[in-house]
């Protein structure tokens, strides 16, 4: 399920953040591309192809100042499993570098704020943030090297930052 | 690294099992061929290989009586992330359908003790037992499907209910 | 090996074409994004990474106007094995739909003329080649999706048929 | 498709032989397993397994003495693009050093005589053939290696020279 109708970004709810200093916000990355792997650390299509993904993904994005990788950890099941304390863990042991937030669950039910917010349907998701906040694309399940590649490439050469990687 | 000193299989101690109705002991067992898949739910390479590779071989297995798949959970460190209840969702999310015995922490460590008893490095490991409960082979690491297929395929026509698949 | 200093893509010089109901020429190409694969057909790495990577490519391409992906088989060794005709029956079997350029024979040694036009170390190699017809990436070996759909994506939003797929 | 009815292993009728000093036959192999690998050069499926799968098992089949494997290279389409020198490249690139049996082609029709002799569906298929020559598995298609290893496996164990690996 692809979804490409643009919207602007909702906030990211988070609970907590690992792998960086200080809690990021859209709004601070404002003017970069932000790439967001929605995931779950149980989710099997998650651990064998999204977050590998995403890892490629960030060592590009670390020898550049127009894209950032964030991972959103989004607990719809399993939740006594997938405890942040688990999380630690698996992020270690897959050597996950780049910022991962923790959705914030919420009172009304298994699905957490962030994403109930920007209407996920499961793990993994793929949303694709353009330099003015827009969400450009959004999809559910497997992404495409050379597909997600293609969209993230067309908006780097989009703003002041541009130009040919 | 491969063992293939034959040994008598130490018993299992465990703490609790999944995916069977009764315990099992490798005395019961005594007369079949048994493949012990030695593992923790966050090691990458159990995730990505080993695992895998005895739930085929469980497939295998269940088509006959004289081949069992064993799982054995021995945690030695992040413990608290890897408690039975993570990993009877870690079951269910892949689908793993072998028994699954859970290693017996250990008042003296960290290392549980059926692991301490097989003198096992690390995980992912597999452990070849004959009819006769010998060990036959215990390696460390990803083992190679054909490597593992050929030293079980030989203990199968070994014995009583031996001969060609 | 990755070539980025830009220069002027130079003509395809080819003895035969597969795929196509006639010859193609860069010239005739100019306005669109043009990635070409250069490959043999007894290559292993063409064979498992390339020339996949070229077919997804090239799925993506057909559903848009301004992007192109041409095959160009250099031989330079087994000259007696890969044949046209070899050719002809590899593209049938491997299910290649993308245009196919024969790279003509020099007179003076093994390496083709396009081949030794563009100074390609190898195969496979990736050439892309902008609007403009200047040649903007050149790499040798196993391209990464990630880092070429990055590349691909900043040309195409780059002209007057541009914007996010 | 897998056939499991076991019956004499018919002798290969060879055009000639790649990477061996002397023309081989079961006969002079009979006391050993023997894999024979039936492929074509420019079939997808030999390429991306089984002719990978052959290399791995003859690996282990080289460090000991009870086991072969052979290729077979029967050509019944693209006959001028998959001719002897072109295989003879084609080894050469991937890197195949078992020996490797040009299947003889016949006067009356596409499909070559040890093909023919043996009633192979296509490529790729493997044959099983134990110590007293008979045919024991015969499969068409991609082969599991947990499969074969098992087969192979309890053929290995059945002999004078048997024994776990």
């Known amino acids: 399920m692809v979804t490409t109708a643009i919207s602007e970004a909702p906030p990211l709810d988070v609970e907590r953040w690992f792998n960086t200093d200080m809690p990021l916000t859209l709004e601070v990355l404002r003017g970069k591309v932000v790439v967001v792997h929605a995931f779950q650390m149980l989710c099997p299509g998650c651990v064998a192809h999204a977050i590998p993904q995403a890892k490629r993904l960030h060592e590009i994005a670390r020898r550049r100042d127009d894209l950032v990788v964030l991972g959103l950890h989004c607990v719809f099941e399993h939740h006594a499993a997938m405890t942040p304390i688990a999380l630690e863990a698996f992020l270690h042991e897959y050597r996950v570098a780049f910022p991962v937030a923790v959705d914030r669950p919420s009172a009304e039910g298994p699905i957490p704020r962030t994403m109930a917010a920007y209407g996920l349907q499961g793990t993994p998701s793929t949303i694709v943030i353009d330099r003015a906040g827009l969400i ?24 002041p930052a541009g130009g040919p990687q």
Not at 137 to 148: I, K, M, Q, T, Y
Not at 154 to 159: M, V
């Open 136 to 159: 450009v694309r959004h999809s559910f399940g497997a992404e495409d090297d050379l597909v997600l590649g293609l969209v993230v490439g067309s908006l780097l050469n989009d703003g």
